[in-house]
């Protein structure tokens, strides 16, 4: 009985030490993350000590990590113990002056112990002469009330500052101001909530920054005019713009034209609703399109039930927005109806449902539409269907390259 006591005790003792051993999870590997931030306006400079967070996403895009962090008078910046992963991706986001700024995302090098990310800022400007519509997109509609006009601007800022006002008293609150037709009732917008467009006699204003590069601003505004078979509807742009598309969804029975104006011809949204596109080419600040419309407006009996429409295109928010062919959204018809088109030529319909073939760029278009969320510039809704789009887009990338 004393052999079989010992010969117990003997084996509880080595299960004691052995089960540990089995349980604990190998250590995960850290790194070290180092970084500089450059003020890319000539003769900029970059403030001392500038908070800053270190980002991570898995290839789910589920947020990994969020890590505190300050620069230094030189501008560099670093972050130790890093945890550790070759299936992530990081990126740094800071605020200059009420400017949100974010670096490229970086997977890791295989071996690396340190990891180099570099996050551009520039200085500010109250000039608009560097601004650009990459495109612009308008959207015609019947409701009780008239005609609903949506209207989304994708723009550029070609220089090297970023585009804000300076706001406080006898100040220019901000210099992207925008015309709205006479006799537009009930505007809104997208991405208000925080109170980013301001109505002025003649239009609105956008108080949001516009960072330099293609695509870095979305506008997206929508208001009802009162319609008559024959009315007018002109398009004189703030600034240089690419492209105007003019889109009119089947059932509304109007039809337009003007000096310039092409048909591109009818696209399926991919619910079994078609839409006829109208092209006009670049037009420059001081000229101005003018439009007829014709026909009877299909006025609905009751107000359209909210729905969400979804196509195989989600949304980009990145700067490659206009080379890359400019998804966009539109929110009309009700209150939460989105159509989703890719803007271009014919030549561009057979890549229309390819998915983006930049994965890092559709990793940092989820990066700005999470500072997006977080600054209040997007409603919660609107929010996860774009972010759930991306990832899916991105996920596809991801399968490509595996499968290729």
Same mark, same amino acid.
């Not at 870095?216 to 009162?226: I, K």
């Not at 989600?314 to 206009?322: E, H, R, S």
């Not at 959204?329 to 989105?338: E, I, K, N, S």
């Given at each position: 009985?004393?052999?079989?006591?010992?010969?117990?005790?003997?084996?509880?003792?080595?299960?004691?030490?052995? %089960?540990? $051993?089995?349980?604990?999870?190998?250590?995960?590997?850290?790194?070290? %993350? &180092?970084?500089?931030?450059?003020?890319?306006?000539?003769?900029?400079? !970059?403030?001392? +000590?500038?908070?800053?967070? &270190?980002?991570?996403?898995?290839?789910?895009?589920?947020?990994?990590?969020?890590?505190?962090?300050?620069?230094?008078?030189?501008?560099?910046?670093?972050?130790?113990?890093? $945890?550790?992963?070759?299936?992530?991706?990081?990126? #740094?986001?800071? @605020?200059?002056?009420?400017?949100?700024?974010?670096?490229?995302? !970086?997977?890791?090098?295989? +071996?690396?112990?340190?990891?180099?990310?570099?996050?551009?800022?520039?200085?500010?400007?109250?000039?608009?002469?560097?601004?650009?519509?990459?495109?612009?997109?308008?959207?015609?509609?019947?409701?009780?009330?008239?005609?609903? !006009?949506?209207?989304?601007?994708?723009?550029?800022?070609?220089?090297?500052?970023? #585009?804000?006002?300076?706001?406080?008293?006898?100040?220019?609150?901000?210099?992207?101001?925008? @015309?709205?037709?006479? +006799?537009?009732?009930?505007? @809104?917008?997208?991405?208000?909530?925080?109170?980013?467009?301001? &109505?002025?006699?003649?239009?609105?204003?956008?108080?949001?920054?516009?960072?330099?590069?293609?695509?870095?601003?979305? /506008?997206? /505004?929508?208001? %009802?005019?009162?319609?008559?078979?024959?009315?007018?509807?002109?398009? *004189?742009?703030?600034?240089?713009?690419?492209?105007?598309?003019?889109?009119?969804?089947?059932?509304?029975?109007?039809?337009? *034209?003007?000096?310039?104006?092409?048909?591109?011809?009818?696209?399926?949204?991919?619910?079994?609703?078609? %839409?006829?596109?109208?092209?006009?080419?670049?037009?420059?600040?001081?000229?101005?399109?003018?439009?007829? =419309?014709?026909?009877?407006?299909?006025?609905?009996?009751?107000?359209?039930?909210?729905?969400?429409?979804? /196509?195989?295109?989600?949304?980009?928010? +990145?700067?490659?927005?206009? *080379?890359?062919?400019?998804?966009?959204?539109?929110? =009309? #018809?009700?209150?939460?109806?989105?159509?989703? &088109?890719?803007?271009?030529?014919?030549?561009?319909?057979? @890549?229309?449902?390819?998915?983006?073939?930049?994965?890092?760029?559709? !990793?940092?278009?989820?990066?700005?539409?999470?500072?997006?969320?977080?600054?209040?510039?997007?409603?919660?809704?609107?929010?996860?269907?774009?972010?759930?789009?991306?990832?899916?887009?991105?996920?596809?990338?991801?399968?490509?390259?595996?499968?290729?």
């Amino acid at each position: 009985m004393k052999q079989l006591r010992t010969g117990l005790l003997t084996l509880l003792l080595l299960l004691g030490t052995a %089960v540990p $051993l089995f349980a604990q999870d190998e250590p995960q590997p850290t790194g070290q %993350v &180092l970084g500089q931030i450059a003020n890319m306006t000539p003769e900029g400079v !970059v403030p001392n +000590g500038l908070p800053l967070m &270190l980002h991570a996403w898995d290839q789910d895009f589920n947020e990994k990590l969020m890590i505190e962090g300050q620069s230094t008078a030189a501008g560099t910046f670093q972050f130790d113990d890093v $945890l550790w992963n070759q299936g992530w991706l990081y990126a #740094v986001m800071l @605020t200059v002056e009420d400017v949100l700024y974010f670096s490229e995302p !970086v997977s890791l090098p295989a +071996g690396a112990t340190i990891l180099n990310i570099d996050v551009p800022i520039y200085d500010k400007t109250s000039s608009t002469a560097a601004v650009q519509v990459a495109r612009q997109h308008v959207f015609f509609d019947a409701v009780q009330d008239g005609l609903l !006009v949506g209207e989304i601007y994708i723009l550029s800022n070609m220089g090297d500052r970023t #585009v804000t006002g300076n706001n406080g008293e006898d100040a220019l609150l901000s210099p992207l101001q925008f @015309t709205l037709p006479e +006799g537009a009732q009930n505007v @809104t917008f997208e991405g208000n909530e925080n109170g980013r467009y301001l &109505l002025t006699p003649s239009g609105f204003i956008d108080t949001a920054p516009l960072r330099p590069g293609e695509g870095t601003g979305q /506008v997206v /505004v929508r208001y %009802v005019l009162p319609y008559e078979n024959g009315m007018g509807y002109t398009v *004189a742009p703030n600034w240089p713009t690419n492209g105007i598309n003019f889109l009119v969804p089947e059932g509304v029975g109007i039809a337009l *034209a003007g000096d310039g104006l092409s048909v591109e011809g009818i696209r399926d949204m991919g619910d079994g609703r078609q %839409v006829t596109i109208y092209n006009y080419g670049r037009i420059q600040s001081g000229e101005s399109l003018s439009l007829t =419309l014709t026909g009877e407006l299909a006025v609905p009996a009751v107000a359209p039930v909210p729905e969400m429409i979804e /196509v195989n295109e989600p949304p980009l928010i +990145g700067k490659n927005l206009a *080379a890359a062919g400019i998804i966009l959204g539109l929110f =009309l #018809v009700g209150t939460a109806v989105w159509w989703y &088109l890719r803007s271009g030529t014919a030549d561009e319909e057979e @890549t229309l449902a390819e998915p983006d073939d930049s994965f890092d760029e559709l !990793v940092l278009q989820i990066a700005q539409l999470d500072a997006a969320h977080e600054q209040g510039s997007l409603d919660e809704t609107m929010y996860l269907h774009q972010r759930d789009n991306l990832r899916q887009q991105a996920q596809a990338v991801l399968a490509q390259t595996e499968s290729g």
